[in-house]
């Protein structure tokens, strides 16, 4: 384990493609496994009319009204995916899920350029709608859907809590919501930074396009977490957030720090014997209430 910590001080911020393959290597032989928790996994599921409207679903053998989360992989926008069959990202994710007693479901959603904003949050809002559909069909409670995204992907979950794109009227149908170094503040980037690949150049929109009002006054719970080693301009999209939690109703969003952890290596580690996020996420969706179903 001390070589695990050790490793990623090493590597320290620099959120570069020998950053990433390094730490890959650092977790793929302590993956976690759909087998290894006896997991029953139906793969490939379209909740959309997009080749990558694809989703896969995580259960125990018997399950029955239990808790789901719903995993959005980040990957700048232009990449990343849930993973295959056999791969050990994002597997990890439903097999953790399974293991804490829910429903695991991960999921892919259309990437730029070709699918600019607010792609994202619709297609999360659509796979929303898909599991209080039919989720239930695979022992989970349609009421309680909590969504966790990392990185683009937690972008994608603020969008549909605020309702980029989505439905006029419509309301997300979550019941909680877990953003893993999340980017929500577009102001803190520079004039041509990468992500207007997918937002667009027009900074006159930034406003517009960011959620830090909406994550500063949700109405379900939530929990933001951050790494010692994310790059610096996630910290200062979690500060925005917090000054906003505080201003509008006093108190600071709950936030969960990972000592030693880098962008990816806090997803990555989810399940393994070197976890230190998964108990405090599973504890706090185990708070929600169950529906009377």
């Not at 399950?63 to 050990?88: I, Q, R, T």
């Not at 259309?110 to 989720?135: E, M, Y």
């Not at 070197?274 to 169950?290: C, H, M, Y």
Request: hydrophobic residues 45%.
């Amino acid at each position: 384990m001390t070589e695990v910590w050790k490793k990623l001080r090493e590597l320290g911020d620099t959120f570069t493609l020998a950053e990433i393959t390094a730490t890959r290597e650092l977790f793929v032989p302590r993956a976690l496994s759909p087998q290894a928790v006896n997991a029953r996994v139906t793969r490939y599921i379209l909740y959309g009319p997009d080749p990558r409207h694809r989703l896969d679903v995580f259960a125990p053998p018997s399950a029955s009204n239990l808790p789901v989360v719903l995993f959005v992989h980040g990957g700048g926008y232009v990449g990343g995916d849930k993973g295959g069959e056999g791969d050990p990202f994002f597997n990890n994710v439903g097999a953790w899920a399974v293991r804490s007693g829910f429903i695991g479901v991960t999921m892919t959603y259309r990437l730029a350029p070709a699918n600019k904003w607010p792609a994202g949050s619709q297609d999360v809002d659509l796979a929303l709608s898909w599991l209080r559909a039919q989720i239930a069909r695979h022992g989970g409670d349609p009421a309680r859907i909590v969504l966790m995204g990392h990185s683009a992907g937690a972008a994608h979950v603020a969008g549909c809590l605020a309702r980029h794109g989505c439905a006029p009227g419509s309301s997300a149908p979550a019941a909680a919501a877990i953003l893993v170094s999340g980017i929500y503040a577009l102001d803190v980037y520079p004039d041509g930074y990468d992500y207007q690949v997918y937002y667009g150049a027009d900074r006159s929109l930034d406003a517009q396009r960011s959620t830090v009002e909406t994550l500063a006054t949700l109405a379900i719970p939530s929990l933001f977490t951050i790494c010692q080693f994310d790059p610096g301009p996630f910290h200062h999209h979690l500060a925005a957030v917090f000054a906003a939690r505080v201003k509008a109703v006093g108190r600071s969003p709950a936030v969960l720090w990972q000592r030693g952890h880098n962008h990816v290596s806090v997803v990555m580690q989810i399940g393994s014997e070197v976890d230190t996020a998964g108990n405090e996420l599973a504890e706090f969706i185990r708070q929600l209430e169950p529906s009377a179903l």
